[in-house]
């Protein structure tokens, strides 16, 4: 998962894509979740009185628990259609939360 947003000063100075060399650069099947307008901590809470966070969207951090557990239960259960249709759902409605791109 990656914000297209998040350009984590403190920890690169190559922008929000830096954050996406796992999945680019890397060998094996893998999906990556790319949610738009998405700062560095993806909407939510790292942990108790931690200011790591720069984007604490609620819809951010529902979408984020929505498509992990879908892709988790798809991929702990082969045949099991979560994860496309939470995929579809993310794609459906006129103004996106993200995007998924799979190789």
Same mark, same amino acid.
């Given at each position: 998962?990656?914000?297209?947003?998040? $350009?984590?000063?403190?920890?690169?100075?190559?922008?929000?894509?830096?954050? !996406?060399?796992?999945?680019?650069?890397?060998?094996?099947?893998?999906? &990556? &979740? !790319? &949610?738009?307008?998405?700062?560095?901590?993806?909407?939510?809470?790292?942990?108790?009185? $931690?200011?790591? !966070?720069?984007?604490?969207?609620?819809?951010?951090?529902?979408?984020?628990? /929505?498509? !992990?557990?879908?892709?988790?239960?798809?991929?702990?259960?082969?045949?099991?259609? $979560?994860?496309?249709? $939470? /995929?579809?759902?993310?794609?459906?409605?006129?103004?996106?939360?993200? /995007?998924?791109?799979?190789?």
């Amino acid at each position: 998962m990656a914000g297209d947003k998040d $350009a984590s000063a403190h920890l690169t100075v190559l922008g929000p894509d830096w954050h !996406t060399d796992p999945y680019v650069l890397s060998p094996g099947p893998k999906s &990556l &979740l !790319t &949610l738009f307008g998405a700062e560095h901590g993806l909407g939510g809470v790292a942990g108790y009185d $931690a200011a790591e !966070t720069t984007d604490e969207d609620p819809e951010r951090v529902a979408a984020v628990a /929505r498509l !992990t557990g879908a892709y988790l239960r798809t991929e702990l259960y082969p045949g099991n259609p $979560a994860w496309q249709a $939470a /995929r579809d759902e993310l794609a459906a409605g006129p103004d996106p939360l993200g /995007r998924v791109e799979s190789k």
